[in-house]
């Protein structure tokens, strides 16, 4: 079974970091590209970050380029979404999920994890 659970959501103040986890099962990260997505109240989800499945290839959504960082750790299985600078505005639940690549829309991503909150508040 096919499956995604992020994890590392929490409260920080405008400014701080947090670094998310993306861990995979069922499935290896070679095979996958993976997505970071968020959603806040009242808005639709929205794309954040991308890595391909080579691992060679990443994008950002303009709103966080130049302050988050997408990554992986083949053997861990995880990708990580390390976030720094952040700022209210990046409040939303994050979410992770698969697809065979970075190009597609959200609706040709799957496997959805059930989210992390990120609240950034001083």
């Known amino acids: 079974q096919l499956q995604l659970v992020e994890s590392g959501g929490g409260l920080v103040q405008p400014g701080g970091s947090l670094r998310l986890s993306c861990v995979a099962s069922?499935?290896?990260?070679?095979?996958?590209?993976i997505g970071w997505f968020r959603q806040a109240p009242g808005r639709e989800r929205e794309g954040v970050s991308c890595?391909?499945?080579?691992?060679?290839?990443?994008n950002y959504a303009d709103s966080v380029k130049g302050r988050f960082t997408i990554s992986r750790d083949i053997a861990k299985n995880t990708v990580y979404l390390q976030m720094n600078s952040l700022k209210p505005e990046d409040t939303a639940v994050y979410y992770c999920?698969?697809?065979?690549?970075?190009?597609?829309?959200?609706?040709?991503?799957?496997?959805w994890g059930q989210g992390t909150q990120v609240t950034v508040s001083s």
């Open positions: 999920a698969g697809s065979p690549d970075c190009s597609g829309s959200i609706y040709h991503f799957g496997s």
């Open positions: 069922g499935f290896t990260l070679d095979y996958t590209a």
């Open positions: 890595i391909s499945k080579s691992g060679g290839s990443t």
